[in-house]
């Protein structure tokens, strides 16, 4: 793999980071994931717009602009002879040495990567959701920034183990539906989408967005708001997004079987977000 390391791309082994950075120190530093087809960025002005807002919240200082950020996402696309890929845009505090500061981040350093993804199959291989034994952490500031600080997820990953068919859903602290570990939750009930509010602390998903943009196109009314847990066992269909896997249907979750995996609904706004994607969104 060839990584993108401020301005240079080189060998993954040969890329480093400072002792110093306070992202590696501290958490400090922000990424995105998203999603090259056929060597287009797709949805990449809502992931810049994204960025951004993180950027301005933690006062780290917004050295490139969008179009040289998709520049550097194209050209270490290039390098690892893609045209569909993965890519994880991280941008760092940068090297500020030991204690935090008071004025924001002026020098950050910027990584990315670049890899394969299997190919869209359809219909997907549906998941099973399975519920995390402890709650999604409150985002630490107003919203919940896609940052470093990524301890909730990976220690959802270790309970759930290597079940790649199986996705880790949390709940909030007061037993409402919160998100996946890598995926923001969708089901219908009567008709009606049914998606966890922002204001649970979850991730503002680009995705998540981009489902309930279609949503509106296709005429299918949407409720975003605080649910238990149970509302996914009591629903029609459920489904998962996320930028690399796109829609997911749900075939179960926990030990129980759902009535029905991939129905009309899913499969509708599956092949509306399939049509995005071939007109560049």
Known sequence: MYVYCDGTILPAEQAT??????????????????????????????HFARLSAGLLALRIRQKWSGEELAAAILQTVEANGLTDAYVRLSITAGAEGIGLVSAGYEQPSLFIFAKTVPPIIEPPRPKRLQMLSFPRQTAEGPVRFKSHNYLNNALGRLEIGKQADVE?????????????????LFWIRDGQLCTPSTQTGI?????????????????????????????????DEVFV?????????????????????????????????????????
Not at 21 to 37: K, M, P, S
Not at 169 to 178: P, W, Y
């Open 168 to 184: 880790g859903v949390f709940l909030t602290h007061d037993g409402h539906l919160a998100e996946g570990i890598v995926s923001n």
């Open 241 to 281: 997004t996320n930028s690399i896997q796109e829609i997911v249907p749900v075939a179960g979750v926990d030990e129980m079987d759902l009535l029905e995996t991939d129905g009309r609904f899913t499969r509708a706004l599956r092949f509306a977000y399939r049509e995005s994607v071939a007109s560049g969104g």
């Open 17 to 46: 980071v400072s002792v110093l950075d306070h992202g590696f120190l501290y958490g400090i530093g922000l990424f995105e994931t998203v999603r090259v087809y056929e060597g287009r960025l797709f949805l990449w002005k809502e």
């Open 203 to 235: 991730l503002d998903g680009i995705t998540r967005r981009h489902v309930l943009k279609l949503a509106a196109h296709l005429g299918i009314p949407v409720q975003e708001g605080f649910f238990p847990a149970d509302a996914l066992k009591l629903a």
